[in-house]
């Protein structure tokens, strides 16, 4: 007999499973589970965070859990991960949760806001300012159970092949740039599109697209943005620290030992402080390579343009919270524990980066 559950949620999505018999896990069984990801196989810093995230999770358990990772297209297409796992094809996803904005506005909250947290921030808000809470009921909707699993640091503003002087140079702009940054780009006059980090330098270098953000030097340089535009602009002030996650059936999860359950959480909260360290580290080498030796022009965002872009990111995360109640919740959690955090950051890591500099 079959019985089809329908999942309340934002997209709608519909879910077929099959009613099991009860579950009996004996601390021999080994669970084999698949992760799929949005990303190309052994990238740089986000496919090879996943590949050590499913190793950890595999070391931790003694092999009671088996993690094999699938790069995007593998077993399914970069974009279709989240329902993959939503419908138990796979058992883990490694993607960023604004790929999900067409299931709900609300999911770009979880991965970054304009404006909005650096990584050291949105981990406060996570694990200790109700964040994780709100992301819970949210998956739980999608028969998933989210976690942390990485983060990018603090991001480039992205490629151009040319100038950025002004606010009207951002009109007719086509530029690959998604989540809440690309609705903030749509306003100024741009148009935003989203494509999966394998087409990106194809989409640049052919004219498809005229700009491109991905994520910083190093993950950059690996794709050859550079071979297709020569400016490269700063800072990323549409992803200050863009939370990358893992995401987890909930049958599947819900079938694991407890001793299990959070290994899988630990192992995600350990991928989470290990991508960002990564990143940082090669970051800055990149960075140098580009410039020494691919001579890349390294631009600041001129102020006005950055004062623009701000003005119309809070209009845009506005508008969302005023358009659905749960991502009023979401917004309201939010902007208390920003307004909370930015007073502390001030006098903290941005006087210190000051005085640092000075
Ligand atoms: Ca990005």
Same mark, same amino acid.
Not at 203 to 209: E, F, K, N, V, Y
Not at 331 to 344: I, K, L
């Given at each position: 007999?079959?019985?089809?559950?329908?999942?309340?949620?934002?997209?709608?999505? %519909?879910?077929?499973?099959?009613?099991?018999?009860?579950?009996?896990?004996?601390?021999?069984?080994?669970?084999?589970?698949?992760?799929?990801? @949005?990303?190309?196989?052994?990238?740089?810093?986000?496919?090879?965070?996943?590949?050590?995230? @499913?190793?950890?999770?595999?070391?931790?358990?003694?092999?009671?859990?088996?993690?094999?990772?699938?790069?995007?297209?593998?077993?399914?297409?970069?974009?279709?991960?989240?329902?993959?796992?939503?419908?138990?094809?796979?058992?883990?996803?490694?993607?960023?949760?604004?790929?999900?904005?067409?299931?709900?506005?609300?999911?770009?909250?979880?991965?970054?806001?304009?404006?909005?947290?650096?990584?050291?921030?949105?981990?406060?808000?996570?694990?200790?300012?109700?964040?994780?809470?709100?992301?819970?009921?949210?998956?739980?909707?999608?028969?998933?159970?989210?976690?942390?699993?990485?983060?990018?640091?603090?991001?480039?503003?992205?490629?151009?092949?040319?100038? /950025?002087?002004?606010?009207?140079?951002?009109?007719?702009?086509?530029?690959?740039?998604?989540?809440?940054?690309?609705?903030?780009?749509?306003?100024?006059?741009?148009?935003?599109?989203?494509?999966?980090?394998?087409?990106?330098?194809?989409?640049?270098?052919?004219?498809? /697209?005229?700009?491109?953000?991905?994520?910083?030097?190093?993950?950059?340089? @690996?794709?050859?943005?550079?071979?297709?535009?020569?400016?490269?602009?700063?800072?990323?002030?549409?992803?200050?620290?863009?939370?990358?996650?893992?995401?987890?059936?909930?049958?599947?999860?819900?079938?694991?030992?407890?001793?299990?359950?959070?290994?899988?959480?630990?192992?995600?909260?350990?991928?989470?402080?290990?991508?960002?360290?990564?990143?940082?580290?090669?970051?800055?080498?990149?960075?140098?390579?580009?410039?020494?030796?691919?001579? %890349?022009?390294?631009?600041?965002?001129?102020?006005?343009?950055?004062?623009?872009?701000?003005?119309?990111?809070?209009?845009?995360?506005?508008?969302?919270?005023?358009?659905?109640?749960?991502?009023?919740?979401?917004?309201?959690?939010?902007?208390?524990?920003?307004?909370?955090?930015?007073?502390?950051?001030? /006098?903290?890591?941005?006087?210190?980066?000051?005085?640092?500099?000075?």
């Amino acid at each position: 007999m079959q019985r089809r559950q329908f999942i309340r949620g934002l997209g709608g999505v %519909v879910a077929g499973t099959a009613l099991s018999a009860p579950h009996v896990v004996s601390a021999k069984t080994t669970h084999r589970w698949k992760m799929v990801t @949005a990303w190309p196989k052994n990238f740089p810093g986000l496919g090879t965070g996943a590949n050590r995230l @499913a190793e950890r999770i595999t070391r931790m358990s003694g092999g009671r859990i088996r993690v094999k990772v699938y790069g995007a297209g593998e077993l399914v297409p970069a974009f279709e991960a989240f329902d993959a796992v939503s419908r138990g094809t796979a058992q883990m996803g490694h993607a960023g949760p604004y790929y999900w904005k067409g299931k709900g506005e609300v999911f770009q909250f979880f991965s970054a806001v304009p404006f909005g947290f650096t990584p050291q921030e949105v981990n406060a808000w996570l694990y200790h300012g109700g964040g994780m809470d709100l992301w819970r009921r949210l998956y739980a909707d999608f028969n998933l159970v989210p976690a942390a699993a990485g983060n990018t640091g603090t991001q480039m503003a992205g490629w151009f092949r040319k100038e /950025i002087n002004s606010v009207a140079d951002l009109k007719g702009l086509k530029m690959r740039i998604p989540g809440l940054g690309g609705e903030v780009l749509r306003r100024a006059g741009g148009t935003p599109v989203n494509i999966p980090g394998g087409e990106l330098f194809t989409a640049l270098q052919s004219g498809a /697209i005229d700009a491109t953000e991905w994520v910083g030097p190093y993950n950059d340089l @690996a794709f050859g943005l550079y071979k297709a535009a020569k400016y490269y602009y700063y800072p990323g002030w549409h992803e200050p620290g863009s939370v990358i996650e893992c995401f987890i059936n909930k049958k599947a999860f819900d079938a694991l030992p407890k001793d299990l359950q959070h290994i899988v959480l630990t192992a995600c909260q350990a991928a989470n402080l290990d991508m960002l360290a990564e990143m940082t580290a090669r970051n800055q080498q990149a960075l140098e390579t580009l410039v020494t030796k691919h001579g %890349v022009q390294v631009k600041p965002l001129p102020d006005d343009v950055l004062k623009k872009l701000k003005s119309l990111a809070a209009e845009v995360v506005a508008e969302i919270a005023a358009g659905d109640p749960f991502a009023r919740q979401v917004y309201d959690s939010y902007r208390g524990f920003h307004r909370q955090v930015s007073a502390w950051s001030a /006098i903290a890591e941005q006087a210190f980066m000051r005085a640092r500099s000075l």
